[in-house]
């Protein structure tokens, strides 16, 4: 007889323990579980700094929490601005003064330099 009543506890406490387990099935063809990539502010803000830096733009200030980058090329400031909009989108605008006529054609390229890296 205890013998009977120990096999049913323990077919219980079985029961039980199974209940508890989970098994996860592999996920879809086409799923990834990969971690996101850098978001649009991130993107935008190494996308400022590499025009900046790929028209010779020294650095000379970056406030990323502000969205301002400032740096000169010779007696030309050029400023990058990153505003974020209501939608979630980032622009960025670029300034550039001082001695222009040393390079009129400096903003243009940024400009390109940017948006290529887009």
Known sequence: MKTAASRLLAAVALAIAMAGCVVYDYPPPGYTTTAPGPGPYERAWSNAMGA???????????????????????NIRVTARLITQADGAVRVEFNANGALSEDPGLPERISRSYDARR
Do not use: C, F, S, W
Request: net charge neutral; glycine share 22%.
């Open 52 to 74: 900046l830096v790929d028209q010779g733009v020294n650095i000379t200030a970056q406030d990323r929490a502000g969205g301002l980058i400032q740096g000169n090329r010779g």
